[in-house]
């Protein structure tokens, strides 16, 4: 089995601001948005969810600020994913297996304790989460399929943020 990091160019204040606001135009408009992607993860675990619990409701519940299905975290987490894909654009996706830092959101969503493993990182510490990463050692939290390009890769997502002043969302699975 391999692991996948993919790494997102967003907007925290747009992400932050679909949590909790009630409004059902913009779960709509998010419903239409991403229902390939939400159609997608109902689809892939299937097997894991109930019949009130999927993708939809998900999205539901961070529109309305209310987790109910937190032993369903690993959901969240793919969500949280696709409204942050929403509001910015993937630059990176590879086959690795980070772990860099405690796990991190923009918004109130209950962490997996598997997958997804989230990293949510604000233009603000760009430049010194770059520092902290670009100084693991091989093995603590990165390396563990060639560290040479991952670090090389790493550089590469920060270069991006950097210069667009996004914000960063990495997620490994």
Known sequence: ????????LTEADRVKSVYGTCDNLLLNQLKAALKQ??????????DRLSTNMGAYAALADIVNGKIRYP??????GYVYEKICNHYGTQIYCAENLWQLDS??????IPLSDDFPYIISIPV?????????Y????????????????????LNFIFDEAIEVQKDLVIMVY
């Open 1 to 8: 089995m391999s692991y996948s990091v993919c790494a997102y």
């Open 37 to 46: 992607e939400l159609d997608s993860l109902n689809d892939y675990f299937s």
């Open 71 to 76: 032993e369903m975290a690993f959901l969240y």
């Open 103 to 108: 796990q991190s959101t923009f918004i109130p």
């Open 124 to 132: 603000s510490d760009l430049e010194s989460k770059r520092a902290e």
């Open 134 to 153: 670009s100084s693991l050692q091989e093995g603590n939290g990165i390396g563990d399929y060639d560290y040479e390009q991952e670090m090389d890769d």
